[in-house]
């Protein structure tokens, strides 16, 4: 089992909808989770941090973490075209300072 | 955020030659850096960690001779591709760590080795 999974998709959705993006991760300690960014051909960009259960708003951006579940999520309202690009779900390793990152899952916002 | 660059942007080079990448941190100083390395359509890829003022520490099947860091500031950090050859190039990435458990990434340098 990878330390962290999401869906590699492409995952597509109209303009104006709300995307729902998912990542599991294996170690029950983490305390902190990541969400990134990254436009093809560029560096992630860090979008939201949650460490608490629940959810988390900012801006058109919610990320949700549910700790028993060991499950983190991470919602785009009113997806616009420029959202499109590949969403890294990024958990530090329990009691160390690397992340872990997902394999990424390609958003496609169609106009 | 935090601000963090590297330097080159692109850089071509001959098989065989060394090339250096900096990354910085522009407006914090940064303990920890980490290198990554991204081909395409693959994920980030964590190549070693880099602490300042010890040796970094290497992720498994990474060889340290060859991908040399150097962490001699709290603004910068170096890694020094010796003897590049055409399947090393990719995408390099560094990232600093702020507030013990956010990175934030530079901007990236695409090495491409003929």
């Known amino acids: 089992q990878k330390e962290v999974e999401q869906n590699s998709g492409p995952l597509s959705v109209p303009e104006g909808a709300i995307a729902s993006l998912n990542c599991t991760y294996s170690?029950?300690?983490?305390?902190?989770f990541f969400w990134y960014r990254q436009y093809s051909g560029k560096s992630p960009e860090l979008i939201m941090s949650?460490?608490?259960?629940g959810d988390k708003e900012d801006g058109r951006f919610t990320a949700q973490l549910n700790k028993a579940s060991q499950y983190v999520s991470l919602l785009i309202r009113d997806s616009q075209p420029s959202d499109s690009a590949t969403y890294l779900c990024?958990?530090?390793?329990?009691?160390?300072?690397?992340?872990?990152f997902g394999s990424g899952t390609k958003l496609n916002v169609k106009p | 955020g935090a601000v963090v660059s590297q330097h080159p942007s692109r850089v071509i080079c001959k098989s065989g030659t060394s090339v250096k990448i900096e990354c910085r941190s522009l407006?914090?100083?940064?303990?920890?850096m980490f290198w990554y390395r991204q081909f395409p359509k693959q994920s980030l890829m964590l190549m070693a960690t880099?602490?300042?003022?010890?040796?970094?520490?290497?992720e498994q099947g990474v060889e340290k001779d060859k991908f040399l860091i150097n962490h001699a500031s709290l603004t910068l950090s170096t890694l020094t591709v010796t003897s590049a050859h055409p399947e090393d190039s990719s995408f390099y990435i560094c990232?600093?760590?702020?507030?013990?458990?956010?990175?934030?990434f530079g901007p990236g340098t695409r090495l491409t080795v003929l």
């Open positions: 949650i460490y608490s259960n």
């Open positions: 880099s602490n300042e003022g010890s040796k970094a520490t290497y």
């Open positions: 990232s600093a760590e702020v507030g013990g458990d956010t990175q934030y």
């Open positions: 990024a958990v530090p390793l329990y009691n160390f300072n690397k992340f872990y």
């Open positions: 407006d914090f100083q940064a303990t920890t």
């Open positions: 170690d029950r300690g983490s305390q902190s």
